[in-house]
T-cell receptor
Framework: AQKITQTQPGMFVQEKEAVTLDCTYD???????LFWYKQPSSGEMIFLIY??????QNATEGRYSLNFQKARKSANLVISASQLGDSAMYFC?????????????FGAGTRLAVHP | DTAVSQTPKYLVTQMGNDKSIKCEQN?????MYWYKQDSKKFLKIMFS???????INETVPNRFSPKSPDKAHLNLHINSLELGDSAVYFC???????????????FGQGTRLTVV
């Protein structure tokens, strides 16, 4: 079974509007962390935001916020006031468990295009 | 002052050759990784090292051999290169090994390997 599912291969948004990128995950471990990364066309992987499974509040980092719905196992990324520079691939990732099992499992990614 | 640097950035080589990709991190992190990103942009972990010890080996062919001379370096050597090895290889590092900690992985800029 897929551990991380990103159902939107591509999304587009008008500049200055908000956009939500979907991510659902599958784990039976009570301890896990969820991450979002951005990969622009230049290829580097840029960390955006993190949510821990025990965090009570949704994470926010500037224009990025994570809509964490634990019961639904979803961790959607919300980008507010989109900018042209937000055009990129976005990856949701999960790290499971405590005590040494420390790999990030990535979703297939969503390509976001921001239109002027 | 690049945090995670890998060389070379591009590598074009013929089938059957042996090549190496080097990675160094100056973040003082304990854990380093190699990820492979295929032509569909899917990112999959290959190896993880913690303090120079191999802790994750994800069913990677024996032709791939990581080497960690110290915790700041993790090199990847590939023997007998095949066409299917063409991909972007990312080195990454993180601090800590626990799922719920904000131990995001910092990625190098990637090495685009093309086997002809």
């Amino acid at each position: 079974a897929q551990k991380i599912t990103q159902t939107q291969p591509g999304m587009f948004v008008q500049e200055k509007e908000a956009v939500t990128l979907d991510c659902t995950y599958d784990t039976s471990d009570p301890s896990y962390g969820l991450f979002w990364y951005k990969q622009p066309s230049s290829g580097e992987m840029i960390f955006l935001i993190y949510q821990g499974s025990y965090d009570q509040q949704n994470a926010t980092e500037g224009r990025y916020s994570l809509n964490f719905q634990k019961a639904r196992k979803s961790a959607n990324l919300v980008i507010s006031a989109s900018q042209l520079g937000d055009s990129a691939m976005y990856f949701c990732a999960m790290r499971e468990g405590d005590g040494g099992y420390n790999k990030l499992i990535f979703g297939a990614g969503t390509r976001l295009a921001v239109h002027p | 002052d690049t945090a995670v640097s890998q060389t070379p950035k591009y590598l074009v080589t013929q089938m059957g050759n042996d090549k190496s990709i080097k990675c160094e991190q100056n973040l003082g992190h304990d854990t380093m990784y190699w990820y492979k990103q295929d032509s569909k942009k899917f990112l999959k972990i290959m190896f993880s090292y913690n303090n120079k010890e191999l802790i994750i080996n994800e069913t990677v062919p024996n032709r791939f051999s990581p080497k960690s001379p110290d915790k700041a370096h993790l090199n990847l050597h590939i023997n007998s290169l095949e066409l299917g090895d063409s991909a972007v290889y990312f080195c990454a590092s993180s601090q800590g090994t626990y799922g719920t900690q904000n131990t995001e992985a910092f990625f190098g800029q990637g090495t685009r390997l093309t086997v002809v």
